[in-house]
Each structure stands twice: as C-alpha cells, then as structure tokens.
C-alpha cells in the first residue's frame, strides 16, 4: 500500500471513530438524561384521582400508593368489603360499583365530578377479569363479560371524566397486561380486550394530545394477585359450565376431564412460582400518575421487560413456535 492509501484508511477510521464515540456519548447523555427528568415527581397533595378495581391486589395497592402521597383517592370497589379495605388504605371516598353495568358507571362519573367540583387530576382503570380456557370449549358469554370490564367500562368512564381531565391536564392510565401486546392460548376473551384497550390507548393518546392530557398503558407480567392465584381453577370453572351448557359437544373428545386435572394441577404450580411481586406494576402506575414527565408504556416486571418484549418484536413465525413448544397443550385426543 502506497503512503497516500494508508494516510486515506487512516483518516477514515479516524472520522468513523470519532463518529461512532460520538453517538455513543450523545446516547449515554440522553439516557441519563431521560432518567433523571423521569424522577421529577409532582407535589401529589389534595389531587383528586380515581382508581377502579380497589378490592384487591394492584388497585389496592395503588390506593396505599398514591394516599400515601397525599392525593385525594376515590376507590372504585366491587364489594362492601373491598370498599372497607380501600377505605383503611387510604382512600377518600370508597363507593361500590358494578363496572359492567353502564348506568353504574355513568352515575359515578356524575358524582365524581360534583364531588371533585370538575377538578379531577386522574383516573387509573386497574379493574379487570380473566376467564380462561380453550377456544373449543370457551362460551361466548365469557368474551362478553370480559370485555364489559376490561374494555367497556374504562372507554365509558373515561369518556365521562374527560372535561375534568382535559381542565387539569391530568393523566389517564390504563392497566394492560403482556396480553395486550402479546396473546397467548388458552386466555383468548382476556387477551382480545387488553388487545382492545391498546388500540383505545394509542387513540386516545393522540386525540388528547392538544390538550396536555397524558395517557399511559401498564403492561404487567404475571403478578401474585388474587387474579393470577385463581387463574387455572378459573380454567376449569370455563370448562364445567360448557360441560353444563353442551355436554355432547365434540370438544369434550378433544380436552377430557381426566386431562383437565393434570393440566390445571401442574399449571397451577408452574404460574405461582413465576408469579411476581405486584409492587412493580402499582411503582410503574403511580409513576405514571406522579411523575413531571411519565412514560407512554411500563412494562412492569422482569418477564415482561425480557421474555414479552422479545415475544412481542420477534417475527410472528419465531413466537407462534415459541408458544407452541411452551404454553399450549397438543389436545390429548386428536380430532377431525
Ligand atoms: N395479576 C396479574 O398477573 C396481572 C397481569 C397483567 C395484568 N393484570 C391486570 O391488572 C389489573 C389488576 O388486576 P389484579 O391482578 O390486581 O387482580 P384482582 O386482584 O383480581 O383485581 C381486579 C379488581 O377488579 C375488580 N372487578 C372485577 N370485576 C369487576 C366489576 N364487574 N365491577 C367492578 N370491579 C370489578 C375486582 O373486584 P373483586 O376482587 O371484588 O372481584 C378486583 O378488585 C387488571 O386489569 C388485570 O387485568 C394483572
């Protein structure tokens, strides 16, 4: 090589050095950057926020959270008892709905907005329902039901708190799950309305856009809730109302009872010891309703930020066959 070519190379990888240092430096300072505008926290006292789902489990924690930041919580319960518990955590107002019934729903954001005199700060939709089970055996009653709370009553509640919203420039946030962005077998009605609350999320974030309100979706992994603790006896409760419902029907060749035990015992096993601590889905919601600057998505939890992730940007191909080998059972009985 000529003196004139190695002086050439050398200049280059000289440039694309200082080039890739560059980018490197610029993207270290942004993280940081990023992470510390994201502990900016707003001063939380006498805010008004509702939170659905305060019975139990992440609702419930998240009405300890946010009482303990000196917000005003109004807890929307589904039982009297729950009511008592969210009122010891904390909450403001406690009141007893059935989110299915949309009456109920419009007449709570009626009180609601009276109650807060039209100075709502938030509202985290963390109630929801799960009923598992195969397609062939899952009744259509199931998808309706499912939907009702986990679809329908945050797009009815939320449309009918939005003037107060939009007036404080507050925060919606609504609790998916890595069902939302990843569907898996043998949860369909559940994954078809967290399926549906995304596609509402990214509407309505941009609808709201102009007007400051900020919109945030919570994708947690599987919790240890009362939600995740009941999940595989729910399983078999699908599968014994549609033995109620069609005890002739082909699907009972294909899925039997002798193998429903085994699966929902093993199962049973399998999601406890990967159930995690809820404390990262309720940290992730009031950040998401606290912070200066919160995030348009927290994947809550280490399965969600690692196996869902992957999940969810790997080629369709790649998690079809990952599913396949892992999460769904070959029906014991083959059938036509
Ligand atoms: N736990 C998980 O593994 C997990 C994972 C991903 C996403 N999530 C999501 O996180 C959110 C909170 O779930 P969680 O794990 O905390 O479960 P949870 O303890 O069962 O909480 C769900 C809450 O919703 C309430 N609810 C159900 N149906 C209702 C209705 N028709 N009207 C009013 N309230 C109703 C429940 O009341 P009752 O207790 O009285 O039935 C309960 O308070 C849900 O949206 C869920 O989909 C959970």
Not at 242 to 250: E, K, Q, R, S, Y
């Amino acid at each position: 090589m000529s003196v004139e070519n190695s002086g050439l190379l050398l200049s280059v990888v000289l440039v694309l050095g200082f080039a890739t240092l560059t980018v490197a430096l610029l993207t270290v300072a942004r993280l940081l950057y990023k992470s510390l505008i994201r502990q900016q926290r707003l001063d939380m006292t006498g805010r008004w926020l509702v939170v659905t789902g305060c019975d139990s489990g992440i609702g419930l924690g998240v009405v300890t959270a946010l009482a303990a930041c000196r917000a005003k919580v109004i807890a929307c319960c589904y039982t009297e008892e729950g009511s008592k518990k969210a009122l010891a955590a904390g909450a403001a107002w406690a009141p007893q709905l059935d989110l299915t019934h949309d009456d109920a729903v419009r007449n709570i954001a009626q009180e609601i907005n009276s109650r807060t005199e039209g100075l709502l700060w938030g509202v985290v939709h963390a109630a929801g329902t799960v009923m598992p089970g195969f397609v062939d055996y899952q009744p259509i009653h199931s998808y309706r039901q499912v939907m009702a709370v986990n679809f329908f009553a945050p797009v009815l509640l939320t449309q009918k708190l939005l003037s107060a919203l939009r007036r404080s420039k507050g925060r919606v946030v609504l609790v998916s799950s890595v069902d939302g962005i990843v569907s898996l077998p043998g949860n369909a009605p559940y994954d078809a309305s967290k399926f549906a609350l995304e596609a509402y999320a990214d509407a309505l974030r941009v609808e709201l856009s102009f007007c400051g309100v900020m919109v945030s979706v919570i994708n947690p992994a599987t919790m240890r809730t009362p939600m995740a603790e009941t999940f595989f006896p729910a399983h078999r409760a699908t599968w014994q109302a549609m033995a109620t419902d069609d005890p002739a029907g082909d699907w009972q060749m294909l899925w039997p009872e002798s193998w429903l035990d085994q699966y929902v015992d093993k199962n049973t096993q399998q999601l406890r010891s990967i159930a995690e601590d809820p404390a990262a889905a309720v940290n992730d919601i009031v950040h998401a309703a606290t912070a200066v600057h919160p995030k348009l998505r927290y994947l809550s939890g280490r399965l969600a930020k690692s196996l869902f992730y992957a999940l969810w940007l790997m080629p369709e191909s790649w998690s079809l066959r990952f599913k396949r080998l892992t999460v769904q059972p070959k029906p014991p009985r083959s059938g036509s």
